[in-house]
């Protein structure tokens, strides 16, 4: 195997697709509860370049130069002490470890507790788009209430920023959990966001839209909140008695809001949400993906030698689906 491999880094805040540069550096090595994995896809998603950018400065990233990422999909090279679940050769999905990265790059070392064996009818790019972005989506389900046990009551959601993301995944999962969806989109997206289940759909540009009102005039009682930031008052009208708001991408004004929410013992309430995965999650979302209920849509792929290219685009917002870069 090569001891030396093409990845892409950063070395200070800051710079956006600009500050990314194409180097060789060395393999890594997998310590105990890790493996190395030969990248073939990865997946960009907001945190990526909001970390370069400063937002979570000083802890993120922990040094300079940082190879940023952490979904990807490849095949398993070498396996570390204690990994016994898996065997070299392997095909497989996940996240690598947060705080280190890794992802823009040839090879990278993931920990075993957040990946899954990938199935046959999963390209490297479908598998890649999957992780941060279908965990999210799944958490935010869970956290509003839902249970995927089969015991779910016929309810109503929103999601916003359907054709994102996050928020496509959040429409297939809502819909396996049986729920009646209202989906947010830009026009072009409306037929797609249709496609994937959603049962009303609204142009955000549109008065209606903008007011998040359900065109049947239904209340929600979950919403899965993935857009930029919207005041609680335009929530508030459309929420059912006990309605309850799961913002994906929580501001400090969001954060307060949910407190004093909690405190006054208010019956909707807004809950902000922050990735943590948790063993079993993925594979749960593999599943579904392997019988055809979760698919990945794949907004642009984008060479490693063009890695810029899909920062970005990223950074100008608007995709639809997932941001890819492969090896």
Known sequence: MAKTMKAVQYDKYGGGAAGLKHVEVPVPSPKKDEMLIKVEAA??????????????????PRKFPFIPVIDVAGEVQELGLGVSNFKVGEKILGLLDFTNGGGLAEYAVAPKAIIAKRPRNMSPAE????????????????????????????????????????????????????LHVTATCGARNVELVKNLGSDEVLDYKTPEGAALKSPSGVKYDYVVHCAPTVPWSVFEPVLSDHGKVVDITPTMTSIFSSFIKKVTFAKKKLVPLFLVPKEGELEFLVNLAEEGKLKTVIDSKHPLSKAGDAWAKSIEGHATGKIIVEN
């Open 127 to 178: 598998a890649a788009g999957l992780p941060a972005a279908g965990l999210t989506a799944f958490q935010s389900l869970k956290s509003a209430g839902i249970k995927f046990d089969g015991t779910d009551k016929s309810s109503n959601i929103l999601i916003t920023a359907a054709s994102g993301g996050v928020g496509h995944f959040a429409v297939q999962l809502a819909k396996v959990a049986g």
């Open 43 to 60: 997946s960009i998603n907001q945190v990526d370049w909001k970390i370069q950018k400063g937002m979570l400065r000083p802890f993120m």
